[in-house]
């Protein structure tokens, strides 16, 4: 008699646990990758900047969610300062011009914190600040993000999601390389 109350016990808590896992509202969690084209200016030129990332967020209510990552932006320019030094007898003459061409500028790794506020199932508003760092041919920078843009999200019945994430971002810098950029995210998720 005991062994049949814990096995009713246990239907009865699988069928609660199985009953919930039928519906949206248990997927909480996000993960995304996403690829980044976008355009911007740093430290003084524009530039072309491209890029990777990997995010996590967590659905606090029906409306917020909040999460974090991280991402890298290549940043590449279409000039690049050429320094010549030229020995003229006894005196050295330098020489600075600038080279036409697609070069390498800066990388920069942002460690993102944002919050979504859902529109809707479909769209979006996200905004929050990121720590971001810029490393150069020379030096390395800390800086601190701050962007705000609008999204859309399709999820399909498998929990797959494919993301639309236009936004503006923009690097308050100590240094030479502040930035802004406008870019979008072209990512695709899994919701659990």
């Not at 199985?18 to 003084?44: C, E, F, L, M, R």
């Not at 030479?176 to 659990?192: S, T």
Request: glycine letters at 14%; a neutral charge.
């Amino acid at each position: 008699m005991k062994m049949k109350k814990i096995y009713i016990l246990l239907m009865i808590c699988f069928s609660i646990v199985n009953s919930y896992s039928q519906t949206g509202t248990d997927k909480k969690n996000t993960i995304d990758v996403y690829i980044v084209p976008s355009y911007g200016a740093y430290g003084g030129g524009n530039g072309v900047l491209s890029g990777v990332g990997i995010d996590y967020s967590r659905r606090l209510t029906e409306r917020w969610s909040l999460g974090g990552g991280v991402e890298r932006i290549a940043i590449t320019g279409t000039y690049k300062d050429v320094y010549l030094e030229n020995q003229i007898g006894d005196e050295v003459v330098y020489e600075h011009s600038f080279k036409r061409g697609l070069y390498l500028g800066w990388v920069i790794t942002s460690i993102p914190v944002q919050l979504k506020y859902h529109l809707s199932k479909t769209f979006f508003f996200n905004f929050g600040p990121s720590l971001d760092i810029s490393t150069g041919f020379i030096e390395s920078e800390l800086g601190l993000g701050l962007r705000a843009g609008i999204g859309f999200e399709h999820e399909f019945k498998n929990g797959i999601l494919l993301t639309l994430n236009p936004y503006f971002k923009t690097d308050f810098s100590s240094g030479d390389v502040g930035y802004y950029q406008i870019a979008v995210n072209l990512g695709i998720g899994y919701r659990f």
